[in-house]
C-alpha cells in the first residue's frame, strides 16, 4: 500500500490547491435605458429600470 513518507504542510497542500479558488471579476453590461455599467440581471442602480420597466422610482 503506498503511504506517504512525511506530512504535506499546510503551504505546500495550498500550493497545489491555489488554482481552483480563484474568484472571478463579476461581468458587466450596458444599461438599455441610461447606458451606464451595470451587473447583469440586476437592476441598474443609476436609473431604477430592469428589463425595460421602472421598477424603483429614481430622481435624474
Do not use: F, T
Not at 447606458?35 to 428589463?51: D, I, Q
Request: glycine share 4%.
Amino acid at each position: 500500500m503506498a503511504v506517504p513518507k512525511r506530512k504535506v504542510s499546510k503551504a505546500r497542500r495550498d500550493k497545489r490547491r491555489n488554482n481552483v479558488w480563484k474568484i472571478e471579476v463579476p461581468s458587466l453590461v450596458k444599461c438599455s435605458q441610461c447606458g451606464e455599467l451595470k451587473r447583469a440581471h440586476r437592476l441598474c442602480p443609476n436609473c431604477g429600470y430592469y428589463h425595460g420597466r421602472q421598477v424603483i422610482e429614481k430622481e435624474s
